[in-house]
């Protein structure tokens, strides 16, 4: 495997003796996309901003696209799209982003990247005078601006409207398609799901899950199946038919529930069992678990402050 | 909106070279500064006023000499606090507080062009605020005398000194608490600081005082520009005392963030 763009390992960070990053690691593969998701607090942005190099950590190591996150070389490699502000409020949008374009030898076309962003009729508007979501949408124009290989997005949808939020997610789809890696920290757990390769979880300043969507939503807990037949079929027989560790109930007459580890042969088994028995199974429904509730499984349903 | 073309965005890092950045910088610094109304105010309208009412307007009384040799000295020390340290700590102030410091160090733009950068915005609208404040002045019937370069180098020192406090101010406080502060400083330096009346008519004071920047900028001004001499030694030395130890202090103490 290729050495990963971004490499953490055992990082601490204390603040006033409290841990708020606990021994973290992570690893981004070059050219993909990860998410990091976490309660409010979780230690998400202090990851972040060590690997931006804005602090440093108590212990661990990390290093950015091999290098010290410290590295004044390591600057035109990295784009970063911090959570808010970071423009000069006196200069013009444009203004704005060729300025941060300047500091780049081979930038993109700045009116190029305004048009994309939506922000041509803004142009020449003052960054104060910009909406939230128009700020946003610069902040991203200029962590991509300058070519980076490495972009680092934080929260880049809060307070987008749905076609903003698209035409965010579109550039992030480019340039993971592009080569470029892309660390993403979001609440949004369908923005992750649509557009992360990997999914690292963190609360109390550590991991508690990591893996591709597919395997958060995939692993340990069950789906469900729910289908109409004819009432009163025999569950005990249906479950003989099932493998190990699944679970029917009929409720109300007539509409059964399946739990178990959601599969194709699971519901092959299951209408195969509803035809030898001559019945129909229909309105059949699966539902699987969504980031949204692995999320909440592991980090509580408690509101964070 | 069109879709991205495939490597539209491949990575092609790189910095710019130094001297198109920090002049693509010192736009940005010139540009905020002169669109400020508040900056332009203070750097420019209210020296301009002030020197023009204090000619004219004989409610301030000058021992010897023309009013305009007397006054010119002291605005231009004004107007060079003005830019370099008021105006220059509340903007470092209101960057900080943006966030806009902070996010322009993950960028290639090295910190030392930053700084680089800001001086040369600062010398621009000093060079802009002493072209009109002297051409008035001798509209006014100013008759200036001594060297340029004597003037040159206070000018010089002036403005190290005041940067240094205004980065030292801007870089440790919040932004509507410098605001605040560079503002009651600016009142008070004008007042103290030999503008509006010499250091001398404070009496048992004058010793303190006439160490203070901005009595340092405007006695030595007068010195050259109205009595002709060539090095006010006294307050050279008080500008560049002012001057290493700001600027040490601000180098140490000054937060991104």
Known sequence: MTAPALDVVGLVKRYAGRAVVDDLSLQVRPGTVLALL????????????????????????????????????????IGVMPQTGGAYPGLRCA????????????????????????????ARTPYRRLSGGQQQRLSLGMAVVGRPELVFLDEPTAGLDPQARHATWELVE???????????????????????????VVDHGRVVAAGTVAEL???????????????????????????????????????????GPMDPQLLAAVTAWCASNDAMAADLQIERRSLEDVFLELTGKRIRT | MTAWTRGALAPAPG???????????????????????????????????????LVTVPFIPVDEGGRADFFVPGVLALAVMSTAFTGQAIGVGFERQYGVLKRLGATPLPRSVLLVAKTLAVLVVELLQVTLLCAVGLALGWDPQGSVLSVLALVVLGTAAFSGLGLLLGGTLRG??????????????????GVLFPVSAFGAAE?????????????GLREVLVDG?????????????WAVASLAAASRLFRWE
């Open chain 1, 38 to 77: 976490g309660p409010n607090g979780a230690g998400k942005t202090t990851t972040v901003e060590i690997c931006q190099g804005f602090r440093t950590p108590d212990a661990g190591s990390v290093r950015v696209l091999g290098q010290s996150p410290r590295d004044a070389s390591l600057r035109p490699r």
């Open chain 1, 217 to 259: 939503t995939s692993r340990g807990a069950s789906g469900q199946l729910r289908f109409r037949s004819t009432p009163g079929l025999d569950l005990d027989q249906l479950l003989n038919a099932l493998p190990a560790g699944c679970a029917a109930k009929e409720s109300p007459a007539g509409q059964y529930l399946v739990e």
């Open chain 2, 176 to 193: 509507l608490t410098t605001l605040a502060a560079a503002n009651l400083l600016w009142f008070v330096l004008l007042v103290l600081g």
């Open chain 2, 15 to 53: 910095a710019a070279p130094l001297p198109r950045m920090l002049a693509a910088q010192t736009v940005a610094e010139l540009k905020l500064v002169l669109r400020n109304g508040e900056q332009v105010l203070l750097s420019l309208v209210i020296p301009l006023g002030l020197l023009v009412v």
């Open chain 2, 207 to 219: 010793p303190i005082l006439s160490l203070l920047p901005t009595a340092a900028l405007s006695h």
């Open chain 1, 95 to 122: 203004e704005m982003l060729r300025l941060v374009a300047s500091y780049a030898a081979n930038p993109l076309d700045p009116a190029d990247l305004l048009e994309r962003l939506g922000l041509v009729e803004v």
């Open chain 1, 174 to 200: 480019a340039l993971r398609r592009d080569g470029v890696s892309v660390v993403l920290t979001t609440h949004l757990l369908d923005e992750a799901e649509r557009l992360a390769d990997d999914v690292v």
């Open chain 2, 229 to 241: 001499a060539l090095l006010p030694l006294r307050d050279l030395a008080a500008l560049a005392v």
